[in-house]
């Protein structure tokens, strides 16, 4: 059983999102239930723009080019 206040915050609509853009062309989106915590999301992106980091997913380095803050349409 959830608590309803959980519950509450899980249903809300996700409105916003991050889109970070690396140097080989993909893309990652995260997103968000408010423009608030997609800047402070943004703001940790932010940092790695022009940094070369190792990809979880492949293990590939990656270069990311690209940060923003976009509605969800």
Known sequence: MTHPLIAAALAMPKTHKVVTT????????????????????????????????????????VRVVRVVVEPIR
């Open 22 to 61: 690396y140097a080989d062309g993909s893309v990652r989106e995260f997103e968000t239930r408010s423009h608030q915590t997609a800047e402070n999301h943004a703001v940790l992106e932010r940092r790695k723009i022009g940094r070369d980091l190792i990809d979880r997913m492949s293990g590939k380095t």
